[in-house]
């Protein structure tokens, strides 16, 4: 039986510890472990978590197993463009991997963002994060690629997209 609640600030330890479970052996295989280190450091700082919570600059979800948090998405409305929402982070516990968390909490973020009045739903994924063929499933397409540096790294990526229905 798993929940689903809007995350607050004393939920920000409870982020941090998932994404460093997470991040470690999704990225591994694709990135140096001192990019990777980096990016959590910059990304998932508690005062980056906080900030980001406090200014609603993203909205968190928490999916948790009974008392256990076992996975989060972030969102919010895309300022690049109009009528458009971004999934900004998704990561379930390896351990929870397949059980259907990633799916629900998709749904989850497109019905509020579909509701909210977008008809659109995109988000960024390294261009070799075995994710995409999952993303694909769920509705998404490949809209472009994307090379960000991030301090003395690089993250290279595609965009995804994926309509939404009108609510
Ligand atoms: C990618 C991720 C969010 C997917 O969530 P999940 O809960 O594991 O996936 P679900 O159980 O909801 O899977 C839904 C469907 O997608 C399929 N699927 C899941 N991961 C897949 C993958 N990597 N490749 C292909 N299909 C995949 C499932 O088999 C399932 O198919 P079905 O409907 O036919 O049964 C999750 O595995 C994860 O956190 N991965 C590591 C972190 C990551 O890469 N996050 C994305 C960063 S952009």
């Known amino acids: 039986m798993y929940t689903i609640n809007t995350a607050t600030i004393n939920d920000v330890e409870t982020i941090r510890q998932l994404a460093e479970a ?7 295989p694709i990135l140096e ?18 900030k980001q919570i406090t ?3 993203q909205t968190f979800l928490l999916l948790k197993e009974g008392d256990s948090a076992v996975a989060f998405a972030a969102y919010s409305a895309y300022k690049g463009e109009p009528a458009a929402y971004k999934l900004h982070k998704l990561y379930c516990l ?34 070799h994060n075995n994710a995409l063929a999952f993303y694909q499933k ?8 994307e090379d960000i540096a991030i301090g003395p790294y ?14």
């Open 33 to 50: 472990k001192e990019q990777i280190r980096y990016m959590l450091d910059l990304l998932y700082s508690a005062e980056e978590i906080e």
């Open 94 to 127: 390896p351990q929870t991997q397949g059980k259907g968390y990633g799916r629900i909490l998709i749904d989850n973020v497109s019905n509020i963002a579909a509701n909210a009045g977008a008809t659109k739903l995109l988000l960024n994924v390294n261009r």
């Open 154 to 167: 690089w993250m290279n990526d595609y965009i995804l997209q994926k309509p939404l229905p009108l609510s």
């Open 138 to 145: 769920m509705g998404f397409g490949i809209a472009r690629e």
């Open 22 to 28: 997470t991040w470690w052996p999704t990225y591994s």
């Open 55 to 57: 200014t609603n600059e």
